[in-house]
C-alpha cells in the first residue's frame, strides 16, 4: 500500500513537472511570434555589419541626434508608453545608464510613438538617458536593425566602431542582468 502511494505521487509529481514545462514551451511559442519579412527595398542590419545612417530627433528638445557612427558602445532600446514590460524596464535602464556615467555604455531609448505620449509616460516614470522618438511602422528603424518580429522592448548593441553586436527581445528584469548581456557580448 505504501509503496503505490509512493509511486502514484510520484507520477503525478513527474506528470505536473512535465505539464509545466510543456505549458511554458507552447506559451514562448505563442509569444514569440515569426519573424517577417523585411519591406520591400529594406535591408536589415545583421549582427557583425555596420549600423546604417540613423539621425533620430531627441524627445525633449527636437533636436536630430546621431545614432549610428563611431562613438562610445550603445545600448538601444525601442519602447512605448503603451507597452507593459517596456513600462517596468525603463527604470531599469535608467539605473544601468547611471551606473556606466559619461565613459561607459550610453543608454539610447527611441520611443516609437507620438512624442506627446511618450513625454506624457515621462512624466510619471522619469529617466535621464538620451530619448529620441521615431513613428512606428512596418520600416522603422527597429526593424531595420533587426526587429522582424514586431516585439517590443526590443534591444541592440552597437559598438564604438558603428557594428551591430546584438539584438535582444524583451524587458530586462533588473540593471545585472543589462551588464550580463552587454559584458557576453561586447568585444
Given at each position: 500500500m505504501k509503496r503505490d502511494a509512493i509511486l502514484t505521487w510520484g507520477a503525478i509529481v513527474v506528470l505536473g513537472g512535465l505539464s509545466a514545462w510543456l505549458g511554458w514551451w507552447l506559451g514562448q511559442r505563442a509569444l514569440m511570434p515569426d519573424e517577417k519579412p523585411a519591406p520591400p527595398g529594406m535591408v536589415i542590419t545583421e549582427i557583425g555589419q555596420p549600423v546604417p545612417e540613423l539621425v533620430l530627433p531627441d524627445l525633449r528638445s527636437g533636436e536630430p541626434v546621431t545614432v549610428s557612427g563611431p562613438g562610445r558602445t550603445r545600448l538601444v532600446n525601442y519602447w512605448a508608453s503603451w507597452c507593459g514590460p517596456c513600462r517596468k524596464e525603463m527604470p531599469v535602464l535608467d539605473a544601468y545608464a547611471r551606473q556606466q556615467g559619461g565613459n561607459g555604455v550610453?543608454?539610447?531609448?527611441i520611443a516609437l510613438?507620438?512624442?506627446d505620449e511618450a513625454l506624457a509616460f515621462l512624466r510619471?516614470?522619469?529617466v535621464d538617458f538620451t530619448l529620441l522618438v521615431e513613428n512606428?511602422?512596418?520600416g522603422d528603424s527597429?526593424?531595420?536593425l533587426g526587429n522582424r518580429r514586431g516585439i517590443l522592448p526590443y534591444t541592440v548593441l552597437?559598438?564604438?566602431s558603428g557594428t551591430l553586436l546584438a539584438t535582444?527581445?524583451?524587458a530586462f528584469p533588473?540593471?545585472?542582468?543589462?551588464?550580463?548581456?552587454?559584458?557576453?557580448?561586447?568585444r
Amino acid at each position: 500500500m505504501k509503496r503505490d502511494a509512493i509511486l502514484t505521487w510520484g507520477a503525478i509529481v513527474v506528470l505536473g513537472g512535465l505539464s509545466a514545462w510543456l505549458g511554458w514551451w507552447l506559451g514562448q511559442r505563442a509569444l514569440m511570434p515569426d519573424e517577417k519579412p523585411a519591406p520591400p527595398g529594406m535591408v536589415i542590419t545583421e549582427i557583425g555589419q555596420p549600423v546604417p545612417e540613423l539621425v533620430l530627433p531627441d524627445l525633449r528638445s527636437g533636436e536630430p541626434v546621431t545614432v549610428s557612427g563611431p562613438g562610445r558602445t550603445r545600448l538601444v532600446n525601442y519602447w512605448a508608453s503603451w507597452c507593459g514590460p517596456c513600462r517596468k524596464e525603463m527604470p531599469v535602464l535608467d539605473a544601468y545608464a547611471r551606473q556606466q556615467g559619461g565613459n561607459g555604455v550610453k543608454v539610447v531609448g527611441i520611443a516609437l510613438e507620438s512624442p506627446d505620449e511618450a513625454l506624457a509616460f515621462l512624466r510619471e516614470v522619469p529617466v535621464d538617458f538620451t530619448l529620441l522618438v521615431e513613428n512606428p511602422g512596418p520600416g522603422d528603424s527597429s526593424v531595420q536593425l533587426g526587429n522582424r518580429r514586431g516585439i517590443l522592448p526590443y534591444t541592440v548593441l552597437v559598438d564604438a566602431s558603428g557594428t551591430l553586436l546584438a539584438t535582444h527581445y524583451g524587458a530586462f528584469p533588473d540593471p545585472e542582468s543589462v551588464q550580463a548581456w552587454v559584458n557576453s557580448n561586447a568585444r
